[in-house]
T-cell receptor, first 110, second 114 residues
Framework: GQSLEQPSEVTAVEGAIVQINCTYQ??????LSWYQQHDGGAPTFLSY????GLEETGRFSSFLSRSDSYGYLLLQELQMKDSASYFC???????????FGPGTRLSVLP | ETGVTQTPRHLVMGMTNKKSLKCEQH?????MYWYKQSAKKPLELMFV???????ENNSVPSRFSPECPNSSHLFLHLHTLQPEDSALYLC?????????????FGQGTRLTVV
C-alpha cells in the first residue's frame, strides 16, 4: 500500500519562508506532486518532481530525495493569500492513481 | 477554472433518496477520478476510469455507483447513503497514462446526508 505523512499545521508570518515536509511509503514511485487547496476550493497543482533535486517555480520550490522517500515544498516571501492547505501526492505503482497525503494547513499571519 | 466542472455544488439528501453527481471535462483527458474529502482526513480515492473503463474501485460501498458514458463525463450515483457519507466529493481528470504529472480538479460537490 501507500502512505504519506505531512505535518498537520504550520504557522508563519508574511514575508517569511516556510518548508512543508512529506515522507512517503509506496510500493512503486512515479513522482511527487504538490497541490494547494483554499477553503471551499478545489486542489490546484503546484509542482512535480520525478527526479532528485530542487524544482523552482516563482516563490515556490519543491525538493525530492528518492533514496530518503522524502520531499518538501518551500514557500518564500509568504503572502496572506498563501494561507491554505497543501497536499503532497504520489503516483502509485500502477501509475493510475494519485494518492494524497493528509495535508498541511498553512496559516500566514500579518 | 481548471476545465473540470461539477454539479451540483451543494446537495442535501435524505438517507432514502437517490441522487447523482455530475462531472464534465473538456480538456481531452482520458482518465477521470472520484475522490472523497472528509474533515480531518486525506483525499480518499474512490474510483478511477481510464478510456471509459473502470480501472480502480477502492473498496467503496455499493451505495456509490459510478458511471462513465464517455471520456468527457463522469457520474456518481448515490442511494441509501449514511450520515457519515457527508463530505466533499471531488472529480478530477488527467491526460491518462504513466507519465501524468498533474490532476485537474473540479470545485467539488458538498454533500450533506440527513
Amino acid at each position: 500500500g501507500q502512505s504519506l505523512e505531512q505535518p498537520s499545521e504550520v504557522t508563519a508570518v508574511e514575508g517569511a519562508i516556510v518548508q512543508i515536509n512529506c515522507t512517503y511509503q509506496t510500493s512503486g514511485f512515479y513522482g511527487l506532486s504538490w497541490y494547494q487547496q483554499h477553503d471551499g476550493g478545489a486542489p490546484t497543482f503546484l509542482s512535480y518532481n520525478a527526479l532528485d533535486g530542487l524544482e523552482e517555480t516563482g516563490r515556490f520550490s519543491s525538493f525530492l530525495s528518492r533514496s530518503d522517500s522524502y520531499g518538501y515544498l518551500l514557500l518564500q516571501e509568504l503572502q496572506m493569500k498563501d494561507s491554505a492547505s497543501y497536499f503532497c501526492a504520489v503516483r502509485d505503482n500502477y501509475g493510475q492513481n494519485f494518492v494524497f497525503g493528509p495535508g498541511t494547513r498553512l496559516s500566514v499571519l500579518p | 477554472e481548471t476545465g473540470v466542472t461539477q454539479t451540483p455544488r451543494h446537495l442535501v439528501m435524505g438517507m432514502t433518496n437517490k441522487k447523482s453527481l455530475k462531472c464534465e471535462q473538456h480538456l481531452g483527458h482520458n482518465a477521470m477520478y472520484w475522490y472523497k474529502q472528509s474533515a480531518k482526513k486525506p483525499l480518499e480515492l474512490m474510483f478511477v476510469y481510464s478510456l471509459e473503463e473502470r480501472v480502480e474501485n477502492n473498496s467503496v460501498p455499493s451505495r456509490f455507483s459510478p458511471e462513465c458514458p464517455n471520456s468527457s463525463h463522469l457520474f456518481l450515483h448515490l442511494h441509501t447513503l449514511q450520515p457519515e457519507d457527508s463530505a466533499l466529493y471531488l472529480c478530477a481528470s488527467s491526460p491518462g497514462g504513466y507519465r501524468d504529472t498533474e490532476a485537474f480538479f473540479g470545485q467539488g460537490t458538498r454533500l450533506t446526508v440527513v
